[in-house]
């Protein structure tokens, strides 16, 4: 059983079946309205299986994927095909609020497109290198537990490219 709250939000994850999780719904309303005396309202509650919804928290979208591989056996005269089904569990860097937030700070257009900024151009050469290699680090960290790594890169292709046109556009 895992609880996460974040503001405002809260996830209370299990590999339980539902009737388990609108137990520990129960348990924790009153636990909330008797001891802590903090009104809730249970209806607000909501209890979604992954498999067939995903979640956006923390900056990440996460879902449960059904992956399933199919394996053919044969053993002398009897061939036997296999069906196997694995769930996986998927985080997904939402890639367009962020090249939205990439582009508010002046790194990239709304397209995704790298650009250079006037300004940082008046920095040393070592101070746009470090700013960049900070900032590119930040989403690094942040990002690194998640299962699609091709948006991530793609942030960071931008973040490169706008600091090699900055250091370009200053000499």
Not at 12 to 35: E, G
Not at 129 to 139: A, P, Q, S
Request: hydrophobic residues 35%; glycine residues 4%; aromatic residues 14%.
């Amino acid at each position: 059983m895992h609880y996460v709250r974040y503001q405002g939000k809260s996830i209370l994850a299990s590999k339980d079946t539902p009737l388990f999780m609108n137990k520990w719904k129960y348990y924790l309303v009153n636990l909330w309205q008797y001891h802590f005396y903090a009104w809730f309202q249970p209806g607000k509650i909501d209890i979604n299986q992954l498999c067939n919804y995903s979640i956006d928290f923390l900056g990440y979208c996460s879902s449960v994927r059904l992956n399933s591989s199919v394996v053919r056996s044969q053993m002398l005269e009897n061939s036997f095909i296999i069906n196997n089904a694995m769930k996986k569990f998927e985080t997904i860097v939402p890639i367009i609020p962020l090249i939205g937030s990439l582009s508010k700070a002046n790194f990239c257009n709304a397209l995704g497109h790298p650009i250079s900024k006037p300004t940082r151009a008046d920095s040393s050469d070592s101070d746009i290198i470090d700013r960049f290699l900070r900032i590119c680090r930040n989403f690094s960290h942040y990002h690194s537990g998640s299962s699609k790594k091709k948006s991530l890169y793609r942030v960071k292709y931008i973040l490169r490219l706008s600091c090699v046109k900055t250091l370009a556009r200053k000499h």
